[in-house]
């Protein structure tokens, strides 16, 4: 073997190894252990289109408590945990709380799911620009599902990658709602 050829072999090896290496650190870290950088920051503006093809702004529900939720039909995670944002939706509805899914999917796929699964809350499309939405939210290794919860003062209280349980985040919906336990 050559001094070139094991040079450039070295290289992709190291290139490989370090690549690996951080994704599997990545993907080892708990669901909750996202970046909390933004957490208090001012949540950053945007807007996408909805089933019937209309823009919606994120300001459409100022004054509310807004859990995002950006999710794929093709992510058994993200399928798993609709039915609990849906009963989360039902229940904390009336006192201010606004769910909104931001799919990053295709509009057709998206929306034959959501009427499936019985989805009660607004659901945003798109594909790439929705990619572009959850990076600016602080997705920046693009983890599906990932959820972000905006208090009424349109600041970042929460982000989550992976699956989100009722029982981990209820406590702070409601306080962030001011319901007593």
């Given at each position: ?77 993200c399928q ?62 693009g983890a ?23 029982d981990e ?13």
């Amino acid at each position: 073997m050559s001094t070139a050829y094991r040079f450039a072999f070295y290289c992709l090896f190291l290139i490989v190894a370090g690549g690996g290496g951080y994704l599997l650190r990545e993907l080892a870290q708990p669901a909750d252990s996202s970046p909390s950088t933004l957490v208090g920051q001012a949540r950053p503006d945007f807007s996408l289109k909805d089933f019937r093809g209309e823009s919606r702004r994120i300001s459409e529900w100022n004054g509310k408590v807004l859990l995002l939720n950006f999710w794929a039909t093709w992510c058994p995670p993200c399928q798993k945990e609709i039915p609990e944002l849906i009963a989360l939706q039902e229940d904390y509805k009336e006192k201010g709380l606004q769910i909104v899914g931001i799919a990053i999917d295709e509009l057709g796929t998206t929306q034959e799911f959501a009427n499936m699964a019985g989805i009660n809350y607004p659901t945003l499309i798109g594909e790439e620009e929705a990619i572009q939405v959850a990076l600016s939210y602080g997705n920046t290794i693009g983890a599906l599902p990932y959820t972000v919860i905006v208090d009424r003062n349109k600041r970042i209280a929460f982000t989550q990658r992976g699956q989100v349980r009722r029982d981990e985040i209820e406590n702070l919906i409601r306080r962030l709602l001011r319901v007593p336990a």
